[in-house]
């Protein structure tokens, strides 16, 4: 499974942005989507996910984007996208897309990260 993500850049603090990212090869493996980010000096933590069979009522966040980034799939089309509102400063980061295997549950599945910067 291929992860490409895309839609980072640089946004002033209140500002918004959306990413994307699409999955390709055998995608059938694929359960959750998710992103994650990984901020300088910083090690990297879990954004928001969405299971394949979930809808939005199984999406989770982390505490620090609730209520300002909204997480949404498309199966059909193997995508996942971040909305992401209100950003401030410190949500400056290399934002990841990543699946899980649906055997292994685990984060077997990553892309290659894409920059978001946010000024104050």
């Known amino acids: 499974v291929q992860l490409q993500a895309s839609g980072g850049g640089l946004v002033q603090a209140a500002g918004s942005l959306r990413l994307s990212c699409a999955a390709s090869?055998?995608?059938?493996?694929?359960?959750?989507m998710g992103w994650f980010r990984q901020a300088p000096g910083k090690q990297r933590e879990f954004v928001a996910s969405l299971p394949r069979d979930g809808g939005g009522t199984r999406s989770y966040y982390a505490d620090s984007v609730k209520g300002r980034f909204v997480i949404s799939r498309d199966n059909a089309k193997n995508t996942v996208a971040l909305q992401m509102n209100s950003l401030k400063p410190e949500d400056t980061a290399v934002y990841y897309c990543?699946?899980?295997?649906?055997?292994?549950?685990?984060?077997?599945?990553w892309g290659q990260g894409t920059q978001v910067t946010v000024s104050s």
């Open positions: 990543a699946a899980t295997d649906r055997d292994t549950r685990a984060y077997d599945y």
């Open positions: 090869g055998r995608t059938f493996s694929v359960d959750v």
